[in-house]
């Protein structure tokens, strides 16, 4: 099928935007979409399968109305993403009306881009305790920290705290240089990547400082009771199934707990279960207890992270 389309008005300065430096948007969603697109002026030829054609030309226009500015290529991959999951869905790409979930922080933009990350978001406000699996760039720990920076805003908790398992990826933490804050330092500076991102990197050192945020290892969660607290454990498929039962018990008063983890990485000795895969499995019919599965077609990241998920997936299932 072939399409055809112009962009009314005419604004060379947003056709250029819109299409990249030597048209490199819009090969990325040649690319994505399978399809054909060509232009001249501002008059567009599409052409592939019909659902696909009439998927581009959407997107098209959807990139061609924010092009008053310069598009980066982490905006259209987000734009393929976000678009992609609405046709899958059929649910509009960005929900608005009493629905919609804003969230309080320093990213206005900050939505869910795909239906299971709209569903996670969800789950994560209607319900105390949440898990979050599935492969790495699919938004798993970013959102549960939004959610957690929101809570702190509007008061709904006293404190954030994040923890996940010291666990190598085949290093060890004993040749690693300095005292134990600075050997796990390491595997906690993602969440502190979302944190700044979220907060503002000035906004996060006060809020250290007055005791508001607390970064630490699993291991320090036993014998503690947390109450008015939002706790994130990431990694969780690194944590073994005692190490699991002790965090989930740690839930007081007023709290809320997300775990996040991707069961297809984990680092822990061989024989040795996964705490993540056995919560699951023992807690399924648990009552406020949600669960939200992230595949592939959620990553967020570069393209090629994806594809190298589906080829992954896809190795093991011919194993």
């Known amino acids: 099928m072939i399409l055809r389309h112009s962009f009314e008005p005419p604004d060379n300065a947003r056709l250029a935007h819109l299409c990249g430096s ?3 948007h819009l090969r990325r969603i040649e690319e994505a979409l399978d399809v054909s697109v060509s232009r001249r002026n501002e008059f567009f030829r599409i052409e592939g399968t019909k659902p696909r054609a009439q998927h581009a030309m959407a997107l098209l226009q959807a990139l061609y109305e924010q092009a008053e500015q310069p598009i980066g290529a982490e905006q259209v991959q987000l734009a393929l993403v976000q678009s992609g999951a609405a046709v899958e869905a059929a649910v509009p790409a960005t929900p608005s009306g009493p629905d919609a979930i804003v969230l309080r922080t320093r990213r206005s933009d900050l939505v869910g881009r795909t239906a299971n990350q709209r569903t996670y978001l969800r789950n994560i406000l209607d319900h105390d305790i949440t898990f979050g699996i599935g492969p790495a760039g699919t938004g798993k720990t970013f959102l549960a920290v939004a959610c ?5 805003e509007r008061s709904a908790v006293q404190r954030i705290i994040l923890t996940r398992p010291a666990v190598e990826a085949g290093e ?3 040749f690693l240089p300095g005292d134990l ?3 796990v330092d390491p595997y906690l500076r993602p969440l502190y990547d979302a944190l700044y991102d979220l907060m503002g990197t000035e906004k996060v050192g006060k809020a250290f400082e007055k005791g508001l945020l607390e970064i630490a290892p699993l291991a320090f969660m036993r014998g503690r009771t947390l109450n008015h607290a939002f706790v994130i454990l990431d990694e ?3 944590s073994t199934a005692e190490q699991m039962k002790m965090f989930l018990t740690r839930i007081g008063f ?3 707990a997300v775990v996040t983890g991707d069961v297809s990485q984990i680092d822990l000795p061989r024989g040795t279960e996964s705490g993540l ?3 699951e499995r023992v807690l399924r019919r648990v009552r406020g ?3 939200t599965h992230f595949t592939s077609s959620d990553v967020v990241r570069h393209p090629l992270v994806a594809r190298i998920v589906e080829a992954y997936d896809a190795a093991r299932t011919d194993a």
């Not at 957690?148 to 702190?152: G, H, Q, S, Y």
Request: hydrophobic residues 45%; without cysteine; charged residues 25%.
């Open 172 to 174: 060890r933490l004993g």
């Open 254 to 256: 007023g709290s809320k």
């Open 236 to 238: 969780a498929q690194n």
């Open 181 to 183: 804050a600075q050997k």
């Open 277 to 279: 895969i056995d919560a």
């Open 148 to 152: 957690a920076v929101d809570a702190l």
């Open 22 to 24: 030597l048209d490199e």
């Open 289 to 291: 207890i949600a669960t």
